[in-house]
């Protein structure tokens, strides 16, 4: 699977999923997907506070922060993660293209600013691309998962499965805890009725710069 492939079966998958996904040459585009992304949820009048996350790359983040100021005035900057801030631009770690997920590393940045506002803007620069969790998660293992050498593995069982490769890498690294997000939040609990953003972010988006 070619990087090209991956990210058409990422963005099919979070796009049923309810997410949206927008694929960069540059900062400056990333900068733009953000914009069209905010253009896209209804205005209720009031001021919305967005905050942008210490662990996005500080000439990234100025050149996002410069973008939405520009062109959508109804819209304020917060120092930090309140209960009062609307949408926060957070980092994450890789693409899962099977899955239509990413992987959110805490060890980048707080889960919660990921998962407490109402609205998440999740953008990377080079992200890792797998093909599956299994990849990923072999990736960042510390070490393989130890095998009774006396009998052999199960079929199917995580030991039997030949190792598989990243479609791209990017900047992996071994992590003490992980989200894996495939979308907004949404419950059908009560009712069966499908409720979004119960637990976490209604709206979600993924800005990945490839250049």
């Known amino acids: 699977m070619n990087r090209e492939i991956a990210l058409k079966t990422f963005a099919e998958s979070f796009s049923i999923n309810g997410g ?7 900062p400056e585009n990333a900068a733009r997907a953000c914009v069209k992304f905010l253009r896209s949820i209804p205005a209720a009048g009031e001021i919305k506070k967005i905050f942008i996350s210490g662990s996005v790359p500080g000439a990234l ?19 930090s993660l309140d209960p009062d801030t609307h949408i926060c631009v957070t980092p994450f770690e890789a693409i899962i293209a099977s899955d239509g997920s990413v992987a959110v590393s805490e060890a980048s940045a ?10 998440n803007i999740m953008i990377a620069d080079s992200p890792g691309i797998f093909e599956d969790l ?12 130890p095998v009774n050498s006396s009998r052999s593995p199960a079929e199917g069982s995580a030991a039997s499965i030949p190792p598989l ?20 939040s949404k419950t059908a609990d009560i009712e069966k009725q499908l409720v979004n953003g119960m637990h976490g972010p209604g709206r979600v988006a993924v800005v990945a710069i490839f250049k």
């Not at 983040?61 to 120092?79: G, H, P, Q, R, V």
């Not at 490769?165 to 907004?184: E, W």
């Open 110 to 119: 707080p889960s919660a600013e990921s998962l407490l506002p109402p609205v």
């Open 20 to 26: 949206e996904f927008f694929e960069c040459d540059s």
């Open 61 to 79: 983040a100025t050149i996002i922060e410069k973008e939405i100021s520009d062109n959508l005035k109804e819209y304020s900057f917060a120092l």
């Open 134 to 145: 299994i990849s990923y998660f072999r990736k960042i293992s510390d070490s393989p998962r």
């Open 165 to 184: 490769t990243g479609v791209s890498a990017g900047n992996i690294t071994h992590k003490s805890a992980l989200t894996i997000i495939s979308g907004p």
